[in-house]
């Protein structure tokens, strides 16, 4: 794996923190505390080209290696989780898979409009009844002539009541995974319900919504993938959807450290600057050795991904180590920080609100943590 950056990486993470420290930084205690971004950066991030990373120009996109898209995810989660999620779902999770397993059709539909920002979407794989167990999902779609529609229930679904398209994963045959296919639902569509869920702990700034589909009809054409493959796509979505969070969270670890430094060299106690104590420097550098090695678990997964081998456990490994560091070092940032790190006035206590639900979000760490087992010893802990 080649650690040195090529002028395009170098370029785009100057962009990316230059329009991030200018467009969002400045406001993202504002949006948090308001429970919602202006929705006007949307446009503007798709401008700067975070929602074409990895999508072919000719879909739109800026194109682009998967080094360069965990840069952007870095900066993201460096700037502000919530909007990294906007980005991260709507691209990552779902823009993705439409490339990898849609039809022509389907990539001339939605990429573009995914890719420029114009058009978001949401991922509707999580139901109140199933979270870690997908594969056993309820929400159910039934066939009418050429139509499919569907009726169930889904929660905690990001960019929710904002996204104009909706992934969703329903069952379509028998029990297990191998009954669940996937469609891909305009969310103008009658009977297609979403409630936003307020007063969550953070990522307030994202729209976070229960969805309900109560007759929701869709045309054949909305089936993603073949019949029965819905648990497979939802599967190979989340595994990049991994490396994606792990990437965030290596943002959080890195603005941790950076806030840390910024305030130890500067604020002074017992007529030194708090940088000058051994216990902070303790902290400091557990932080800085967990964000180099959260960094390069998550490369190392994105570099396989880019030499077309698997990655699915390296992704696992990743997003367990960096979602749990990120819990680290927002707590350790706020220790440091003592109380000035308990208010907005400081992005420390957001850092560690928002990193909170990275251990829990796209498979949990201990979800991840079965599938690392199941890889290392070929024996499978799920039920
Ligand atoms: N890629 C492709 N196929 C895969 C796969 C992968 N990564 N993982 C499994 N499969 C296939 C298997 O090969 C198997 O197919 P065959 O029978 O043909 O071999 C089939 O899928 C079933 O696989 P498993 O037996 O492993 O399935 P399981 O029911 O035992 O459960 C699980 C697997 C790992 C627990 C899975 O359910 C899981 O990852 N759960 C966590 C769910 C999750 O991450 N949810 C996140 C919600 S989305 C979100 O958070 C988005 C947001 O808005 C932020």
């Known amino acids: 794996m080649d650690l040195s950056f090529n002028e395009e990486q170098v370029g785009f993470k100057k962009l990316a923190r230059d329009f991030l420290d200018k467009e969002v930084v400045p406001f993202r205690a504002a949006w948090d505390r308001a429970e ?3 929705t006007a950066i949307i446009p503007k991030l798709g401008q700067i080209g975070f929602f074409g ?3 072919p120009e000719e879909y739109g996109g800026l194109g682009g290696d998967y080094i360069t898209y965990c840069i952007g995810m870095e900066e993201l989660g460096r700037a502000d989780s919530a909007v990294r999620g906007i980005v991260s779902v709507s691209m990552g999770l779902v823009g993705k898979v439409i490339l990898s397993h849609g039809t022509e059709e389907q990539k001339q539909q939605w990429l573009p409009g995914i890719a420029d920002g114009t058009t978001l979407a949401c991922f509707g794989l999580t139901e109140p009844d199933t979270g870690s167990d997908a594969g056993n999902l309820k929400t159910r779609a ?3 002539g050429d139509d499919w529609i569907l009726n169930g229930n889904k929660i905690f679904i990001t960019n929710g009541t904002w996204a104009d398209v909706c992934l969703v994963f329903a069952r379509t045959g028998g029990p297990g995974p191998k009954g669940v296919s996937a469609f891909l639902v305009p969310t103008d569509t009658p009977g ?3 409630t936003e869920i307020h007063g969550k702990l953070g990522l307030r700034g994202q729209a976070t919504a229960e969805l ?3 007759g929701v009809t869709v045309p054949a054409s909305a089936l993603l993938g073949a019949e029965g493959e819905g648990f497979k796509i939802a599967m190979h979505s989340l595994d990049k959807g991994r490396v994606s969070v792990a990437a965030g969270c290596v943002g959080i670890i890195q603005g941790c450290l950076e806030a840390v430094v910024d305030y130890s060299t500067q604020r002074r106690q017992f007529g030194r600057p708090l940088a000058s104590f051994q216990m902070i420097q303790d902290m400091i550098a557990d932080i800085s050795v967990d964000a180099d090695a959260a960094r390069l678990l998550t490369w190392r ?3 396989l991904i880019e030499r077309g081998e698997p990655f699915g456990t390296e992704a696992s490994k990743a997003k367990y180590f960096a979602s749990e ?3 680290r070092a927002a707590n350790l940032a706020i220790q440091a920080f ?6 907005d006035e400081y992005p420390v206590q957001k850092y560690m609100r928002d990193a909170r639900v990275m251990t829990l979000y796209e498979g949990t760490s201990q979800i991840q943590k079965l599938l690392i087992g199941r890889a290392e010893t070929g024996v499978s802990a799920f039920l």
Do not use: K, N
């Open 36 to 38: 919602s971004v202006d």
């Open 53 to 55: 990373l990895t999508i």
């Open 142 to 144: 039934t066939r009418d």
């Open 192 to 194: 297609f319900g979403r």
């Open 212 to 214: 309900s589909f109560d």
């Open 301 to 303: 997964a994105a570099d």
């Open 325 to 327: 560091a990120a819990v």
């Open 338 to 343: 003592g109380g000035y790190g308990y208010v």
